[in-house]
């Protein structure tokens, strides 16, 4: 055995060459390799790039295989940074490689800094960088060899594996100068993780991702990875982000300012793009809050606070579906403008971005068709202030809004349930609820409500018309709303209008008042172009009429003028809109209405209130030649009265109208001022009544007016310029008869179209020409002057057929008369119990038909219009009561055709049928003497209570006679007084 000395020299010569091996291996991968590297860096990134490149130190181990760059710096040739890192570490596994794998056990990035920016829409810092690269490139001799085509077709050699990738710390600096504004942004520190990252089929990475954005905002992405094939599964979560980053970028393009808002955004992403792309993104939960959006220079926002939630959405591509569960807008505050010039703020800022995006070719998408599912839209609590500058005085309007929407899918025929709840700061709420489909047309049906709607906002419109006020005034409404293809808009429901009150601004008083103005089951239809209102009731009307010292009315001073082609378009459009819609209305119904006028156009003011004042006006339609009827009954001052009764056609007042004013008890001190304008003379005391009738056929009208003037007696005279010098004091008495009336009648008739004609001037003339013939024959009159008295007809009062209820004027007489009997405690008043057999028969019969018929409608639950269920009601009497002709032949009296000549259907004149069936029934209803004798003796005994209750007469002063019967006198039935000594 040889001893370790022979072995060793006999190998001395192979230990000296691998020890010199190791040593040369050790001083070229420790000292040369790295010094070699370093130079060969900086030279090659100078000569292909032109980047000055420097590093502090460059380390390599040669036997674990680890690398490390400490402290390099990258900038370009204007010595701007491009980018740095603190140090950079490899560690490779090269024994790997005779398994065909070229693994990294590790990399790591300390600190690393990126300079990115972009100088034109084509040109970065990368494009410089590569369009330097390919200019210092050495031709290739093999130009015809593609490397790329030669790769693809042997496939990769090794398999690429990283054991561990670490960037920490990193640093993105970016510059933009495309804009119109410099954009630039740090995005610090950045750190990302990668675990077992690997090229071979099927081996999955576990990924890291940790962005900081500006403003404290985080970007963190986490999950796992696979190359072959390609497939990324985790999730994404953006924390805090600041809507100002995107906004500064694109400002230049925004119409709006954005000083305010955040992004928070979560969820998770399975996307695999191994044969096409499949993108599932999941549990998407966004909300985006603390918006502040201005208009450019307005100090004001448009939009401020409030959040936009979206919850659990879900998106599958290419498959295009969306599908979320829930968005919510929550607690925003919109402004909205329109200034003066009729331009909408909003509007303003966004039809520049909707004009950029309009092409002039559309093109087809290959992608499937948006398919958008939300299964649940609500609006919470947003307020929305709207300034209308377009009025005078702007008009303000702010509200509260919520509302839901539920189904909200851009399907065909989808039906999304809503609702939504309005209330306004300035009074009242504003509800709707039903359905909405927008495909493949737009339809809604829906129960909508007002509450207590004040009108109060209306004022700034008032303004641009009148000088009215707005003071007081509510809607309240419930209406179903119909809108659909077939029907653009119908509407059935009801409307109330209440406490509303409108004044004089002028004058500061009061113009108009209404406790309560119901509009009963409105069925309006565009479709049908047709509007029918059952019944319209109004309570407590109060309006205020003035006549000024020039002669002017105060409704026409209060209208101001409009420019002129406002005004005829806005009576263009009224004539168009009359003349094609078929309008209907069952009735008017008016409750305790009152009126006060003044005319100061005279030398002394006259001032009368009309108040009381109840009646209904009947149905009217546009399909229907039956006239309008008019009846209304009222008090003037204390213990006048008028009515007023009539029959007129709406649509054609001067082709037939007939109206009949009737005032009585009117007292004449107070119609002194226009004595005065007259004839110079004031009125001391004095009664009267007034019968005012008009007609107007084709224009022409025929007038009488019938004045009955009692115990008249002449006040003072007064000097007045026009008034006409009349022996007053003779001519009344000449006129006076033997119980102290005067009767006029004074005829009038004229062309109501001749500019030249005005009713007052002409019975101005005729009563002076009465006059002036009078005392102008002064005997003829003297035997009115013998036996005649001053003492007033208290002897008897008056009742209206049918009716037992005491009237105004009555009462007055029954005072008097009481007043005069308590001075006189030993006569008695004998009562009567008249009636007119005629007369009251044929009310009470109206009487009690008009019971029925009301009384049948009232147990009527049908939907109908009021004239029909008047049809059903007197068609149902009609058969009771065994009538003839029967109704199919009274409706054929009263059908018509529109074309004689074509079998068409016949159309029922509803108004005129139901009118020829009420008249057939009263003709027919039974009265009897006792209903009679019954009438005659509640008159009595109206008159005893009414004794009682206001006199100061004892039991013996009143007496019962029996019943008398009687005729009646001028519309009045009398009740004649006896007096009997106790």
């Given at each position: 055995?040889?001893?370790?000395?022979?072995?060793?020299?006999?190998?001395?010569?192979?230990?000296?060459?691998?020890?010199?091996?190791?040593?040369?291996?050790?001083?070229?991968?420790?000292?040369?390799?790295?010094?070699?590297?370093?130079?060969?860096?900086?030279?090659?990134?100078?000569?292909?790039?032109?980047?000055?490149?420097?590093?502090?130190?460059?380390?390599?181990?040669?036997?674990?295989?680890?690398?490390?760059?400490?402290?390099?710096?990258?900038?370009?040739?204007?010595?701007?940074?491009?980018?740095?890192?603190?140090?950079?570490?490899?560690?490779?596994?090269?024994?790997?490689?005779?398994?065909?794998?070229?693994?990294?056990?590790?990399?790591?990035?300390?600190?690393?800094?990126?300079?990115?920016?972009?100088?034109?829409?084509?040109?970065?810092?990368?494009?410089?960088?590569?369009?330097?690269?390919?200019?210092?490139?050495?031709?290739?001799?093999?130009?015809?060899?593609?490397?790329?085509?030669?790769?693809?077709?042997?496939?990769?050699?090794?398999?690429?594996?990283?054991?561990?990738?670490?960037?920490?710390?990193?640093?993105?600096?970016?510059?933009?100068?495309?804009?119109?504004?410099?954009?630039?942004?740090?995005?610090?520190?950045?750190?990302?993780?990668?675990?077992?990252?690997?090229?071979?089929?099927?081996?999955?990475?576990?990924?890291?991702?940790?962005?900081?954005?500006?403003?404290?905002?985080?970007?963190?992405?986490?999950?796992?990875?696979?190359?072959?094939?390609?497939?990324?599964?985790?999730?994404?979560?953006?924390?805090?982000?600041?809507?100002?980053?995107?906004?500064?970028?694109?400002?230049?393009?925004?119409?709006?300012?954005?000083?305010?808002?955040?992004?928070?955004?979560?969820?998770?992403?399975?996307?695999?793009?191994?044969?096409?792309?499949?993108?599932?993104?999941?549990?998407?939960?966004?909300?985006?809050?603390?918006?502040?959006?201005?208009?450019?220079?307005?100090?004001?926002?448009?939009?401020?606070?409030?959040?936009?939630?979206?919850?659990?959405?879900?998106?599958?591509?290419?498959?295009?579906?969306?599908?979320?569960?829930?968005?919510?807008?929550?607690?925003?505050?919109?402004?909205?403008?329109?200034?003066?010039?009729?331009?909408?703020?909003?509007?303003?800022?966004?039809?520049?971005?909707?004009?950029?995006?309009?092409?002039?070719?559309?093109?087809?998408?290959?992608?499937?068709?948006?398919?958008?599912?939300?299964?649940?839209?609500?609006?919470?609590?947003?307020?929305?202030?709207?300034?209308?500058?377009?009025?005078?005085?702007?008009?303000?309007?702010?509200?509260?809004?919520?509302?839901?929407?539920?189904?909200?899918?851009?399907?065909?025929?989808?039906?999304?349930?809503?609702?939504?709840?309005?209330?306004?700061?300035?009074?009242?709420?504003?509800?709707?609820?039903?359905?909405?489909?927008?495909?493949?047309?737009?339809?809604?049906?829906?129960?909508?409500?007002?509450?207590?709607?004040?009108?109060?906002?209306?004022q700034p419109y008032l303004n641009k018309f009148a000088h009215i006020e707005m003071v007081s005034g509510k809607i309240d409404s419930a209406a179903s709303i119909t809108s659909n293809p077939q029907e653009?808009?119908?509407?059935?429901?009801?409307?109330?209008?209440?406490?509303?009150?409108?004044?004089?601004?002028?004058?500061?008083?009061?113009?108009?008042?209404?406790?309560?103005?119901?509009?009963?089951?409105?069925?309006?239809?565009?479709?049908?172009?047709?509007?029918?209102?059952?019944?319209?009731?109004?309570?407590?009307?109060?309006?205020?009429?003035?006549?000024?010292?020039?002669?002017?009315?105060?409704?026409?001073?209060?209208?101001?003028?409009?420019?002129?082609?406002?005004?005829?378009?806005?009576?263009?459009?009224?004539?168009?809109?009359?003349?094609?819609?078929?309008?209907?209305?069952?009735?008017?119904?008016?409750?305790?209405?009152?009126?006060?006028?003044?005319?100061?156009?005279?030398?002394?003011?006259?001032?009368?209130?009309?108040?009381?004042?109840?009646?209904?006006?009947?149905?009217?339609?546009?399909?229907?030649?039956?006239?309008?009827?008019?009846?209304?009954?009222?008090?003037?001052?204390?213990?006048?009265?008028?009515?007023?009764?009539?029959?007129?056609?709406?649509?054609?007042?001067?082709?037939?109208?007939?109206?009949?004013?009737?005032?009585?008890?009117?007292?004449?001190?107070?119609?002194?001022?226009?004595?005065?304008?007259?004839?110079?003379?004031?009125?001391?005391?004095?009664?009267?009544?007034?019968?005012?009738?008009?007609?107007?056929?084709?224009?022409?009208?025929?007038?009488?007016?019938?004045?009955?003037?009692?115990?008249?007696?002449?006040?003072?005279?007064?000097?007045?310029?026009?008034?006409?010098?009349?022996?007053?004091?003779?001519?009344?008495?000449?006129?006076?008869?033997?119980?102290?009336?005067?009767?006029?009648?004074?005829?009038?008739?004229?062309?109501?179209?001749?500019?030249?004609?005005?009713?007052?001037?002409?019975?101005?003339?005729?009563?002076?020409?009465?006059?002036?013939n009078i005392v102008s024959a002064p005997f003829r009159f003297l035997g009115s002057l013998i036996g005649i008295g001053n003492d007033e007809s208290i002897d008897e009062l008056r009742f209206r057929a049918?009716?037992?209820?005491?009237?105004?004027?009555?009462?007055?007489?029954?005072?008097?008369?009481?007043?005069?009997?308590?001075?006189?405690?030993?006569?008695?008043?004998?009562?009567?119990?008249?009636?007119?057999?005629?007369?009251?028969?044929?009310?009470?019969?109206?009487?009690?038909?008009?019971?029925?018929?009301?009384?049948?409608?009232?147990?009527?639950?049908?939907?109908?219009?009021?004239?029909?269920?008047?049809?059903?009601?007197?068609?149902?009497?009609?058969?009771?009561?065994?009538?003839?002709?029967?109704?199919?032949?009274?409706?054929?009296?009263?059908?018509?055709?529109?074309?004689?000549?074509?079998?068409?259907?016949?159309?029922?004149?509803?108004?005129?049928?139901?009118?020829?069936?009420?008249?057939?029934?009263?003709?027919?209803?039974?009265?009897?003497?006792?209903?009679?004798?019954?009438?005659?003796?509640?008159?009595?005994?109206?008159?005893?209570?009414?004794?009682?209750q206001n006199g100061e007469l004892n039991d013996d002063q009143l007496q019962t006679t029996d019943s008398v019967s009687t005729k009646l006198d001028d519309g009045w039935l009398s009740m004649k007084f006896?007096?009997?000594?106790?």
């Amino acid at each position: 055995m040889e001893s370790a000395k022979n072995t060793f020299l006999k190998f001395r010569s192979l230990l000296i060459w691998v020890v010199s091996i190791l040593l040369l291996y050790t001083l070229i991968g420790f000292f040369l390799l790295p010094w070699l590297a370093e130079r060969q860096l900086v030279k090659t990134l100078h000569e292909r790039l032109g980047v000055e490149a420097s590093v502090e130190k460059i380390h390599f181990n040669p036997y674990t295989f680890e690398a490390t760059v400490d402290k390099l710096h990258l900038a370009n040739e204007q010595n701007e940074p491009l980018a740095a890192w603190d140090k950079f570490y490899f560690n490779l596994q090269p024994l790997q490689l005779f398994q065909l794998k070229l693994r990294i056990e590790e990399i790591t990035i300390d600190a690393p800094k990126l300079y990115f920016q972009r100088y034109s829409s084509s040109e970065n810092t990368l494009t410089r960088l590569a369009e330097r690269w390919n200019v210092t490139a050495k031709t290739d001799v093999a130009e015809d060899v593609d490397p790329l085509e030669d790769n693809e077709q042997s496939g990769p050699l090794f398999t690429l594996e990283i054991g561990e990738f670490n960037y920490t710390n990193g640093e993105i600096a970016y510059r933009d100068d495309v804009p119109a504004s410099r954009f630039e942004t740090l995005l610090s520190p950045i750190n990302i993780h990668l675990d077992h990252f690997s090229t071979a089929a099927g081996e999955t990475a576990n990924k890291d991702l940790v962005f900081a954005l500006e403003n404290d905002a985080k970007l963190t992405l986490n999950g796992k990875m696979v190359l072959s094939p390609l497939q990324f599964t985790g999730e994404v979560n953006l924390e805090n982000f600041s809507l100002q980053t995107p906004y500064r970028y694109l400002q230049a393009q925004l119409p709006f300012e954005l000083q305010q808002g955040r992004l928070v955004l979560q969820l998770a992403y399975d996307i695999d793009l191994a044969d096409t792309a499949n993108v599932e993104l999941s549990e998407i939960n966004l909300d985006l809050s603390g918006f502040s959006l201005h208009q450019p220079g307005e100090a004001a926002a448009l939009l401020q606070g409030g959040s936009l939630t979206v919850s659990n959405g879900q998106f599958v591509f290419p498959d295009n579906q969306l599908t979320i569960d829930d968005v919510a807008l929550n607690d925003f505050k919109i402004a909205a403008t329109q200034n003066s010039e009729g331009e909408f703020n909003w509007l303003q800022l966004f039809e520049p971005l909707l004009e950029g995006n309009t092409d002039d070719e559309p093109t087809e998408s290959e992608l499937a068709p948006l398919q958008l599912n939300i299964a649940n839209i609500e609006i919470n609590n947003t307020r929305l202030a709207v300034e209308d500058q377009m009025p005078a005085s702007a008009a303000n309007l702010a509200l509260l809004l919520s509302a839901t929407l539920q189904n909200f899918s851009l399907a065909e025929d989808q039906q999304m349930p809503f609702t939504t709840l309005i209330s306004l700061d300035s009074g009242g709420e504003i509800t709707a609820e039903g359905d909405l489909q927008l495909f493949p047309s737009v339809a809604v049906q829906a129960e909508t409500g007002i509450d207590q709607l004040s009108l109060i906002p209306v004022q700034p419109y008032l303004n641009k018309f009148a000088h009215i006020e707005m003071v007081s005034g509510k809607i309240d409404s419930a209406a179903s709303i119909t809108s659909n293809p077939q029907e653009p808009f119908a509407i059935q429901g009801n409307l109330t209008l209440s406490d509303m009150q409108l004044d004089n601004q002028q004058l500061d008083e009061k113009l108009l008042s209404l406790d309560n103005l119901s509009v009963n089951s409105i069925d309006f239809s565009l479709a049908k172009q047709r509007v029918a209102i059952s019944e319209v009731i109004i309570d407590e009307l109060y309006s205020r009429v003035l006549i000024n010292e020039n002669g002017e009315t105060n409704l026409a001073l209060l209208i101001k003028e409009q420019p002129e082609s406002e005004a005829s378009q806005t009576e263009s459009t009224n004539s168009e809109t009359s003349s094609s819609y078929d309008v209907s209305l069952g009735r008017v119904k008016i409750n305790n209405a009152s009126s006060r006028f003044t005319d100061q156009n005279l030398p002394i003011v006259f001032d009368a209130l009309m108040q009381n004042l109840n009646g209904e006006i009947s149905g009217f339609s546009t399909s229907s030649k039956q006239p309008v009827d008019i009846a209304l009954e009222g008090q003037v001052d204390e213990y006048g009265m008028v009515e007023i009764d009539g029959a007129m056609n709406p649509l054609d007042v001067m082709a037939q109208t007939s109206i009949k004013l009737a005032f009585s008890n009117l007292d004449l001190p107070a119609m002194s001022p226009y004595t005065v304008k007259f004839a110079g003379r004031q009125i001391a005391e004095g009664k009267g009544d007034i019968d005012l009738t008009y007609e107007v056929v084709d224009s022409e009208l025929t007038a009488s007016n019938n004045i009955v003037i009692r115990d008249i007696k002449l006040g003072e005279r007064v000097e007045t310029p026009g008034a006409m010098d009349l022996p007053l004091d003779l001519a009344v008495g000449l006129l006076k008869n033997s119980k102290g009336v005067i009767e006029l009648n004074i005829p009038v008739s004229g062309n109501v179209n001749d500019p030249q004609f005005a009713m007052g001037p002409v019975i101005r003339g005729a009563i002076g020409n009465a006059l002036r013939n009078i005392v102008s024959a002064p005997f003829r009159f003297l035997g009115s002057l013998i036996g005649i008295g001053n003492d007033e007809s208290i002897d008897e009062l008056r009742f209206r057929a049918g009716r037992a209820d005491l009237a105004p004027p009555e009462q007055e007489k029954l005072h008097k008369l009481v007043e005069a009997l308590a001075q006189r405690p030993q006569l008695a008043l004998q009562i009567p119990a008249p009636f007119d057999e005629a007369a009251d028969r044929q009310r009470l019969q109206v009487t009690a038909v008009e019971s029925r018929i009301d009384t049948r409608l009232n147990e009527t639950e049908s939907t109908q219009q009021l004239n029909e269920k008047r049809q059903h009601v007197l068609e149902a009497l009609y058969l009771q009561a065994g009538l003839s002709p029967d109704l199919q032949t009274l409706q054929q009296e009263f059908s018509t055709t529109e074309d004689a000549n074509e079998q068409s259907q016949a159309e029922l004149d509803i108004l005129a049928y139901n009118d020829s069936l009420k008249k057939r029934l009263i003709e027919t209803e039974t009265v009897s003497d006792a209903q009679l004798q019954q009438l005659a003796q509640q008159r009595q005994q109206a008159v005893i209570e009414f004794i009682k209750q206001n006199g100061e007469l004892n039991d013996d002063q009143l007496q019962t006679t029996d019943s008398v019967s009687t005729k009646l006198d001028d519309g009045w039935l009398s009740m004649k007084f006896d007096l009997e000594t106790i």
